[in-house]
């Protein structure tokens, strides 16, 4: 897993999903320690936006490599702005 940390992007599960059917995720990363409720949402909605979605190993490890001092159970990367 590698997230640019220089690209703009959302963290935590309304953020992403919000980016995600706006349109507006290039790629979602999911912790694989997230709830069952909440993998099953971003997998749907990555699913219906053709939204690539990469395994991102724990919660503390993914909110640590978006630079947040909280666990993340999901993040998207956002696409550029044109």
């Known amino acids: 897993m590698e997230i640019e940390l220089n690209r703009p992007k959302v963290t935590?599960?309304?953020q992403s999903v919000k980016a995600i059917l706006d349109g507006r995720a290039e790629k979602a990363f999911l912790a694989d320690d997230?709830?069952?409720?909440i993998r099953s949402e971003v997998l749907e909605c990555c699913r219906k936006m053709n939204v690539p979605v990469e395994a991102?190993?724990?919660?503390?490890?993914?909110?640590k490599i978006c630079g947040?001092?909280?666990?993340a159970a999901v993040a998207v990367v956002l696409k550029p702005q044109k």
């Not at 991102?56 to 993914?62: P, R």
């Not at 947040?68 to 666990?71: D, G, Q, S, T």
């Open 68 to 71: 947040i001092e909280r666990a």
């Open 12 to 14: 935590g599960l309304k």
């Open 56 to 63: 991102a190993g724990t919660k503390a490890s993914l909110g």
């Open 34 to 37: 997230a709830a069952a409720p």
